[in-house]
T-cell receptor
């Protein structure tokens, strides 16, 4: 099976712009979670989607949003980008909620100038 | 709220030697999983080992084993016969099964260097 794929792998934006990141989970996986990784804050949970519904949300402002499609692919959107949004954004998929393993993608490196 | 603490920002080990990475956690959940993830410089996060909290037996995966002390809320990772390819960031994480939270809670990570 193909692993979790994320596109694009690298992205450079300027402050005030918006960005959309995409994640394709492993075939058959219905749960997709997003994490933000920064040197200062480490790995922080953004949100989780299961069967097109947001099940959990981390402590991030409303500028961060996401959605999941019927084929389980997920997108996350960040509006009005700030310098502090520069980070590695990781997507992880699992067959079901609360499954005992999440499979991570390679991440999207977002740089905000 | 769940928290995971890794008190060693960096560790170093000689090739073929053994190293132990520390992790403590706090959770109010009665049922949970604990994990060690490895993130090499290529950035792909890989599961190293997992432990179900209800199991008393420590998990092992080849050269990797854990020392799970439930009462002390401690979950350390032992890497035996260290190899150059073990050099990476190692993250301890927990996953609770209560309430509505099904996300991983990560520690800050330990950067492991392996010296030839």
């Amino acid at each position: 099976k193909a692993g979790v794929t994320q596109t694009p792998r690298y992205l450079i934006k300027t402050r005030g712009q918006q960005v959309t990141l995409s994640c394709s989970p492993i075939s058959g996986h219905r749960s997709v979670s997003w994490y933000q990784q920064t040197p200062g804050q480490g790995l922080q949970f953004l949100f989780e989607y299961f069967s097109e519904t947001q099940r959990n949300k981390g402590n991030f402002p409303g500028r961060f949003s996401g959605r999941q499609f019927s084929n389980s692919r997920s997108e996350m959107n960040v509006s009005t980008l700030e310098l502090g949004d520069s980070a590695l954004y990781l997507c992880a998929s699992s067959p079901a909620q609360l499954y005992n393993e999440q499979f991570f993608g390679p991440g999207t490196r977002l740089t905000v100038l | 709220a769940q928290t995971v603490t890794q008190s060693q920002p960096e560790m170093s080990v000689q090739e073929a030697e053994t190293v132990t990475l520390s992790c403590t956690y706090d959770t109010s959940e009665s049922d949970y999983y604990l994990f060690w993830y490895k993130q090499p410089p290529s950035r792909q996060m890989i599961l190293v080992i997992r432990q179900e909290a209800y199991k008393q037996q420590n998990a092992t995966e080849n050269r990797f084993s854990v020392n799970f002390q439930k009462a002390a809320k401690s979950f350390s990772l032992k890497i035996s016969d260290s190899q150059l390819g073990d050099a990476a960031m190692y993250f301890c994480a927990s996953l609770g099964y209560g309430g509505s939270q099904g996300n991983l809670i990560f520690g800050k990570g330990t950067k492991l260097s392996v010296k030839p």
